[in-house]
């Protein structure tokens, strides 16, 4: 199980970015994915989740509006467009699945400030 997030980086307060997270090595149209985040010197919080078909989905309530997750299946990938973006929401942000047990990717560094 491979899982590599991409896309984050340097933003200004209300400006956007959008994440992704290419998977590999599972059926990946079978299994919940979800993102969380981890800001320096806090624990690692979950920041949204989507089910197997996209059909549903959840948010923590500091992002709920602003953000979305979404998934491609035909392209094993996960997706978390977020928008209004605060200086709160720098952080690590990693991808996650559970098959067995949880995997992680890496993270990519989203850092939000003027």
């Known amino acids: 199980v491979q899982l590599v997030e991409s896309g984050g980086g340097l933003v200004q307060p209300g400006g956007s970015l959008r994440l992704s997270c290419a998977a590999s090595?599972?059926?990946?149209?079978?299994?919940?994915m979800s993102w969380y985040r981890q800001a320096p010197g806090k624990e690692r919080e979950l920041v949204a989740g989507?089910?197997?078909?996209?059909?549903?989905?959840n948010y923590a309530g500091s992002v709920k509006g602003r953000f979305t997750i979404s998934r491609d299946n035909g392209k094993n990938t996960v997706y978390l467009q977020m928008n209004s973006l605060k200086p709160e929401d720098t952080a690590v942000y990693y991808c996650?699945?559970?098959?067995?047990?949880?995997?992680w990717g890496q993270g990519t560094q989203v850092t939000v400030s003027s």
């Open positions: 996650k699945t559970t098959f067995l047990r949880d995997y």
């Open positions: 989507i089910t197997n078909t996209g059909g549903s989905t």
């Open positions: 090595g599972f059926s990946f149209s079978r299994y919940y």
